[in-house]
């Protein structure tokens, strides 16, 4: 059973910046995929940012060139870097994991972009 652990959401103002972790209950190599998903109140989730298979970075139109994927293989973890908040990045954070199949999502990490 894979446990995904998010953290580093909260309160900023339009324009900050925010990271966000995801810590891993099991290893993580370049072969995983893996990423952070985003839902907003009457929205569906909606990938933000992953890594494929491969080692390549995919990122969705709306944050491209403001948030970046990254991940520290020792330390099971993964971040999203969030530059340039805007209030439309509002929304439930969520890290995922596919591994041998199967699909696992973390409790999910409230980020709220607001002045």
């Known amino acids: 059973q894979v446990q995904l652990v998010e953290s580093g959401g909260g309160l900023v103002q339009p324009g900050g910046s925010l990271r966000l972790s995801c810590v891993a209950s099991v290893s993580i190599f370049s072969g995983n995929d893996m990423g952070w998903y985003r839902q907003a109140p009457g929205k569906e989730r909606e990938l933000v940012a992953g890594f494929v298979n491969d080692g390549r970075t995919n990122y969705s139109v709306s944050v491209k060139g403001r948030f970046f994927i990254s991940r520290d293989s020792a330390k099971a973890t993964v971040y999203l870097q969030m530059n340039s908040l805007k209030p439309e990045d509002t929304a439930v954070y969520y890290c995922?994991?596919?591994?041998?199949?199967?699909?696992?999502w973390g409790q999910g990490t409230q980020v709220t972009v607001s002045s």
């Open positions: 995922n994991m596919l591994r041998s199949g199967s699909v696992y």
